[in-house]
């Protein structure tokens, strides 16, 4: 009977035992594919990060790329525009000043204008005339230019004007600009073109 009993409690303790180790198997193995799914998902995220990062440093350096070129190309057409406007202006400022600035010249173009207007248009003329130029010009106006028009035009003399002059009608309707600054932007205007083509081709 107690054989019986010890084959019986052995027995029961074996299959306790066999059970409890399959059922330990099973948690290990159901806890090692849990462990083996976390660190999937880990570095399934990680790869994700990693890609993101270098997604957005890909696109942070093509945008410093792309601003970079542009800061580049428009300081390269600011220093050509520079350039260009310092050439032309040095070509043309001093010739333009030196011929406008000079009586002679002067009274020839003033003289020329001025007799383009009508005979009653003439009689109504204003001009503006530089200032430093006054004591050349003034005699002029009264006796040279006074006879080709068949009469003296009202004239004042301006510091504003540099060199050159303006004339028109007295009552200010319009005029023509024929200052030292029209002229230089229009020779610069004829200018730029050919310094552009000649600097960069």
Not at 8 to 34: D, N
Not at 164 to 192: C, H, M, N
């Amino acid at each position: 009977m107690s054989n019986k009993l010890q084959e019986l409690t052995e027995k029961l303790y074996q299959e306790g035992l066999s059970k409890g180790k399959e059922e330990g198997e099973q948690l290990l193995a159901r806890a090692r594919e849990e462990a083996d799914r976390i660190v999937a998902d880990a570095r399934r995220q990680a790869e994700e990060i990693v890609a993101g990062a270098q997604k957005q440093a890909e696109d942070l350096r093509e945008k410093t790329a792309s601003d970079v070129k542009m800061a580049s190309a428009q300081c390269l057409q600011a220093t050509r525009k520079d350039i260009e406007d310092l050439l032309v202006g040095a070509v043309s400022a001093d010739s333009v000043h030196k011929q406008l600035s000079d009586p002679d010249f002067l009274k020839k173009i003033i003289t020329a204008v001025a007799e383009r207007f009508s005979a009653t248009e003439s009689a109504d003329l204003a001009l503006v005339l530089p200032a430093a130029l006054q004591q050349e010009l003034e005699p002029w106006l009264g006796t040279e230019l006074a006879k080709a028009l068949g009469s003296k035009p009202a004239a004042q003399f301006s510091k504003k004007v540099g060199g050159g002059f303006s004339i028109g009608p007295k009552d200010g309707s319009w005029f023509v600009s024929l200052t030292d600054e029209t002229f230089q932007a229009l020779i610069a205007e004829y200018l730029r073109p050919v310094t552009r083509k000649l600097l960069f081709g």
